[in-house]
């Protein structure tokens, strides 16, 4: 399984991003995924997470409200949709899939190459 995000960029305080991820294989439906980020200087942490098939979500509180997540099974893709982006939001997104619908970014199996959100202020 290989995990590809994309879609990040530079956008300003504000303004709006969606990120993607593309996963590999023919069981991507039965994986838990999540995003993930990391500021420089800082540990990688959770932002959310979508359940295989019903499409149950989590969210981390900082983002909540502003961010929505989403899977598109048919399309093995995962999206990001980021709102109201904050300098905070900078970060390198990481997306990952699992086994587990959880927080906790070490029960994630893979893991993409991460994409570089900026939000400028």
């Known amino acids: 399984v290989q995990l590809q995000a994309f879609g990040g960029g530079l956008v300003q305080a504000g303004g709006s991003l969606r990120v993607s991820c593309t996963v590999s294989?023919?069981?991507?439906?039965?994986?838990?995924m999540g995003w993930f980020r990391q500021a420089p200087g800082k540990e990688r942490e959770f932002v959310t997470a979508i359940s295989p098939s019903v499409g149950s979500t989590l969210y981390a509180d900082s983002v909540k409200g502003r961010f929505t997540v989403s899977r598109d099974n048919a399309k093995n893709t995962l999206y990001l949709q980021m709102n109201s982006l904050k300098p905070e939001d900078t970060a390198v997104y990481y997306c990952a899939g699992g086994d587990y619908f959880t927080r906790s970014s070490t029960q994630y199996t893979y893991w993409g190459q991460g994409t570089q959100v900026t939000v400028s202020s």
């Open positions: 294989g023919r069981t991507y439906s039965r994986y838990a």
